[in-house]
């Protein structure tokens, strides 16, 4: 699925990626592939997904895709 940048139009969106990453996700991670987010997140008052998951490569905004439901952790 294509997806753009809100904020440049880019079609060079990485992945941000919470939770432990396992070896197939740091070497994506290190082609650039996809961002580590680390495993803190949050979700807002409705329990639903508040943090970003995808990360233009071209101008490094942050953005999500609307989502509902909690984090599905690795
Ligand atoms: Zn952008």
Do not use: H
């Not at 990626?17 to 991670?29: F, I, L, R, T």
């Not at 803190?40 to 490569?57: I, K, L, S, Y």
């Amino acid at each position: 699925m294509a997806r753009t940048c809100p904020s440049c139009g880019s079609r060079d969106i990485a992945k941000i990626v919470y939770g432990m990453p396992d070896p197939s996700v740091m070497e994506a991670a290190e082609r650039g592939e996809v961002v580590i987010g680390g495993c803190c997140v949050t979700v807002d008052e409705n329990g639903d997904w508040a943090m970003p998951d995808q990360r233009c490569r071209e101008c490094g905004k942050d953005f999500a895709r609307p989502r509902r439901g909690r984090p599905a952790l690795t």
